[in-house]
């Protein structure tokens, strides 16, 4: 009988093993897709900064054109899009710790970007610029005239590289884009360096820098969507970006938000 009884113990725990490695696998089946993962938990949670025309606060409401294409693919992927601010100097780690989904946010293509993500195909085209006051346009032409200049940049973005590119040292580091902006605003920074589609948003006549311009290009880029390495959700949704291309939904977004498209 305790023969009996040992023996019916040791089946016992022996499914009971079976069951838990079944779960186990089944578990990990289901994280190790991240679309999976997404649709489950019924959202995408997109990593952003402030970024006009790209995610900005209009009447107290987030729009832009990333934030429009954003919830076009959401839809489209059955999920909600919840948009959270994060620091751009640490958006890949926050990205592999599973604190965002994705970074969606005019996110220049590098190839820092390309090893630490799983990047989708590219969908605007950018460059980065140089902003400041128009008065000093002609005086500064070239990447070098501004080697004495003190010179605003976002932490960890495409705009701090081309800085350090052209061999810039007086930089003054700010958390986003508009802060750096911000600074050549209120006399602090000489100039900045930022994308393109921000300096045509947020400058010039009509706008609340009225008295700031661009002039000097300093490197041309694309924008993409930053997912996890090895994500199945890049692949899912570079279909639906050329859903969204053929139908004809981008194109609005991009006249409404003066972006040009990659096609």
């Known amino acids: 009988m305790k023969k009996f009884t040992k023996v ?15 779960a186990c696998s089944a578990e990990t089946a289901t994280t190790d897709s991240d679309l999976e993962y997404v649709q489950e938990k019924a959202t995408l949670v997109i990593g952003i900064t402030e970024y006009e025309p790209m995610n900005y606060y209009e009447d107290g409401e987030l729009t832009g054109f990333d934030t429009e294409f954003a919830m076009a693919v959401c839809e489209k992927l059955g999920v909600e899009a919840q948009f959270v601010e994060i620091n751009w100097d640490t958006k890949f780690t926050e990205l592999s710790a599973k604190s965002i989904d994705c970074i969606w946010n005019g996110m220049t293509i590098t ?4 090893e630490a993500a799983s990047i989708s195909n590219a969908y605007a085209e950018n460059a980065q610029v140089v902003v400041m006051k128009e008065s000093n346009l002609d005086s500064y032409t070239t990447a070098e005239s ?10 960890g973005s495409a705009g701090e590289q081309a800085a350090e590119s052209a061999g810039l040292e007086n930089i003054v580091v700010s958390n986003t884009q508009a802060l750096a902006l911000t600074e050549v605003s209120s006399g ?35 924008y993409g969507i930053a997912f996890r390495q090895g994500s199945d959700l890049t692949e899912k949704v570079n279909e639906i970006i050329a859903e969204l291309m053929e139908d004809g939904t981008l194109d609005e977004l991009a006249e409404k938000y003066e972006i040009t498209l990659i096609k």
Not at 146 to 155: K, P, Q, S, W
Not at 199 to 209: I, V
């Open 146 to 155: 501004l080697a004495d200049l003190v010179i605003a940049v976002e932490g």
């Open 8 to 22: 019916l113990a040791l089946l016992f725990a022996a499914l009971f093993a079976m069951g838990a490695f079944s």
């Open 188 to 222: 602090s920074a000489d100039a900045c360096i930022i994308d393109l589609t921000m300096a045509n948003a947020m400058t010039g006549e009509g706008t609340s820098n009225a008295t700031l311009g661009y002039s000097i290009k300093l490197e041309a880029e694309e």
């Open 111 to 114: 190839d820092e970007a390309k």
